[in-house]
Nanobody
Framework: QVQPVESGGGLVQAGGSLRLSCAAS????????SGWFRQAPGKEREFVAA????????TYTDSAKGRFTISRDNAKNTVYLQMNSLRPEDTAVYYC????????????????????WGQGTQVTVSS
């Protein structure tokens, strides 16, 4: 099992950048694929980006392509989401998720395909 813990959220002006971190407990983090999701007030949780357990594969939602970069450092048990050119519509609580994936090095984009979730970190982008 792993327990993701997010950090790095905050208030930023439109056009600015933030880097979110997701630190996970457990020595086998390299066997877990990970993803970032977000939920704005009154909206459903939506997929943002995903990374395979090795980091070789990444997937992004269309609105994140070209602006966000997901990466991981398995030696540090950490997944990152670098967010550039932030927009007010990126305002949301961002959640890190993980799922055991020893036998496949793939990414998944649906929330139901992840077993372990963090508590979330607030990102607010002002206009």
């Amino acid at each position: 099992q792993v327990q993701p813990v997010e950090s790095g959220g905050g208030l930023v002006q439109a056009g600015g950048s933030l880097r979110l971190s997701c630190a996970a407990s457990g020595r086998t983090f390299s066997t877990y694929r990970s993803g970032w999701f977000r939920q704005a007030p009154g909206k459903e949780r939506e997929f943002v980006a995903a990374i395979s357990r090795s980091g070789a594969r990444t997937t992004y939602t269309d609105s994140a392509k070209g602006r966000f970069t997901i990466s991981r450092d398995n030696a540090k048990n950490t997944v990152y989401l670098q967010m550039n050119s932030l927009r007010p519509e990126d305002t949301a609580v961002y959640y890190c998720a993980a799922h055991y994936s020893f036998y496949s090095d793939v990414t998944k984009t649906k929330a139901g395909e992840y077993d372990y979730w963090g508590q979330g970190t607030q990102v607010t982008v002002s206009s």
